[in-house]
């Protein structure tokens, strides 16, 4: 593939691409975080009085599902109740009338969540409801189950802030966790690395457009510890839906038990690039052993190892940065593969199969 890196510096060229204007879209990410909260302001709470769940199940695909591992790798090592994130049309054989379920459908019509959906009301679970419309809401509204209406518009994975808030914010009213003061800290955090990212700072300045050209022509592989999974996993998947690129991701200890020996079969080191997500508290054990990983197992195999550190004032903060880098990254890597970063044909194609 010939790649002109020069379609990074030109506004016209990368507009004419980006047919559904995810070039507008990302730097208002930060404004999500507001919205969402003033849509969780208007639903019907009186049926959680009370409530004390013993387990939080986070239910939803894709775009939607990242939502509930932003909560997990947030607040999992600290939270008083086990939280799941369910990607699939079966309930665990727990779930019962002292689980929360927390239904997250963008479009409101996917079809494993959905179904999900029909065997938390069987199960007499307490149910809420994060979408934009679609089958989901009808449900809802049929079966009074309040429902967080988020603007309509969006392609689900750039609404992650508008998905994430409500689950945080029902946590909240719960007594589990606190959201609120973590706000300024989330769009302090994206405001300032919008002003290093955005398109219009050319490449030289520009981290993102830097980071698209090394990986351009490449499989990314991208690694984590187990606290940042959710980075690992969101940078894969926007790479596969943005940038239309394969890629694949790990964490350690996990990958040192299996991934490192497969890198050692690499002979041909020029189509291998690796992401580290790194954070300045991430334990030293998961630090230790991702520096480890890449100065001897990787580095021999791969043409470049890039480390991402993020900025921000608390870990929620500096994984919305990690994010809002993965996101700008896929973005430019879209451009320099001159695809469109918005659609995503295989996915509706494959729905509408299976409808
Ligand atoms: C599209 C995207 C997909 C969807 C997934 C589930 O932008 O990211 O991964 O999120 O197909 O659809 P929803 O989110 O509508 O339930």
């Given at each position: ?25 990302l730097p208002e990410f930060h404004l999500q975080f507001k919205v969402a909260q ?28 990242i939502s509930?591992d932003v909560l997990l790798n947030w607040v999992g090592k600290s ?81 992650l802030g508008l998905l994430f808030m409500?689950i945080a914010l029902?946590c909240q009213?719960?007594?589990?966790f606190d959201i609120d003061n973590e706000i300024p800290l989330i769009e302090s955090a994206l405001k300032s690395a919008n002003t290093r990212l ?9 981290a993102a ?15 984590s510890s187990?606290s940042l999974?959710v980075i690992?996993?969101r940078w ?41 997500i790194r954070d300045r508290e991430d ?25 991402v550190w993020p900025d921000g004032e608390s870990l929620l903060a500096r994984m919305f940065n990690h994010i809002f880098f993965a996101d700008y ?27």
């Amino acid at each position: 593939m010939k790649i002109d890196g020069n379609v990074l510096d030109d506004m016209d060229a990368m507009k004419k691409l980006d047919a559904s204007d995810m070039l507008r879209r990302l730097p208002e990410f930060h404004l999500q975080f507001k919205v969402a909260q003033s849509c969780f302001s208007r639903i019907d709470l009186d049926g959680f009085e009370g409530f004390k769940p013993t387990s939080i199940l986070i239910c939803g695909m894709g775009g939607s599902a990242i939502s509930g591992d932003v909560l997990l790798n947030w607040v999992g090592k600290s939270s008083p109740v086990p939280i799941h994130v369910n990607r699939s049309p079966f309930l665990p054989g727990y779930v019962g009338s002292r689980t929360l379920i927390i239904m997250v459908s963008y479009s409101g019509n996917t079809s494993e969540t959905l179904s999900a959906m029909d065997q938390a009301i069987h199960k007499g679970a307490q149910i809420m409801a994060i979408t934009s419309g679609g089958k989901l809401l009808e449900i809802c509204q049929e079966k009074d189950i309040p429902s967080v209406i988020i603007p309509s518009g969006y392609p689900p994975r750039t609404a992650l802030g508008l998905l994430f808030m409500p689950i945080a914010l029902l946590c909240q009213h719960l007594g589990l966790f606190d959201i609120d003061n973590e706000i300024p800290l989330i769009e302090s955090a994206l405001k300032s690395a919008n002003t290093r990212l955005n398109p219009s700072i050319t490449r030289l300045d520009n981290a993102a457009k830097e980071l698209a050209l090394s990986l351009v022509d490449s499989v990314p592989a991208i690694y984590s510890s187990p606290s940042l999974e959710v980075i690992a996993n969101r940078w894969k998947c926007q790479l596969n839906e943005n940038s239309k690129m394969l890629a694949w991701y790990s964490t350690v200890p996990e990958m040192n038990h299996n991934g490192i020996v497969g890198w050692s079969g690499v002979t041909d080191t020029s189509e291998r690039t690796v992401v580290m997500i790194r954070d300045r508290e991430d334990d030293s054990c998961y630090s230790r052993r991702l520096d480890l990983t890449g100065e001897i197992f990787l580095k021999p195999h791969a043409r470049r190892i890039v480390e991402v550190w993020p900025d921000g004032e608390s870990l929620l903060a500096r994984m919305f940065n990690h994010i809002f880098f993965a996101d700008y990254t896929s973005l430019y890597l879209a451009f320099l593969r001159g695809v469109d970063p918005t659609p995503v044909a295989a996915i509706d194609k494959l729905k509408l199969q299976l409808a």
